[in-house]
């Protein structure tokens, strides 16, 4: 039996929930919860820090399935891997390390802005100096993508 943290005692009950968390450009994280409640003093909660784990892994699956829709997306509006790197200025072959899983949280980040924001990309491409003009022209004509 799990005890409860408030009085103590070991009258608890469990119940499980589940439970979504929303992620940009995929299915919603999807995990069980497990929710415990003393029937001594009604505190509830999780008691044993096990939802840290599962919360941990459902963002983690679905971050990785993310990944994988952007760069798609991406590619589909003609935005091609070697080029996202070179406007960037990363490495090589970052782009399919990315989506074999081996990215930090600020590469997904940086994902995350391209695909919400892809004229960034000519702004980076052009070192950063872009007349707002040049911008607003191309954003205008790109905007239906």
């Not at 840290?52 to 399935?65: P, V």
Request: with cysteine.
């Amino acid at each position: 039996m799990i005890e409860c943290p408030a009085c103590g005692s070991s009258a608890t009950v469990k119940d499980i929930v589940h439970s979504l968390i929303p992620v940009p450009y995929t299915e919603p994280a999807n995990y069980s919860e497990v929710i415990y409640t003393c029937l001594t003093c009604g505190e509830q909660g999780d008691f044993t820090g096990e939802n840290d784990k599962a919360i941990t892994e459902a963002l983690n699956k679905s971050a990785a399935a993310s990944v994988v829709v952007m760069l798609d997306h991406l590619a589909s509006q003609g935005i091609i891997q070697p080029g996202f790197e070179r406007c960037l200025r990363l490495s090589m072959g970052t782009t399919k390390r990315w989506k074999e899983g081996e990215y930090t949280a600020s590469d997904l980040a940086l994902l995350r802005i391209v695909r919400t924001f892809p004229w960034i990309l000519e702004v980076a491409d052009n070192n950063f100096n872009v007349g707002w003009r040049r911008l607003w022209n191309w954003f205008r004509t790109n905007k239906h993508k």
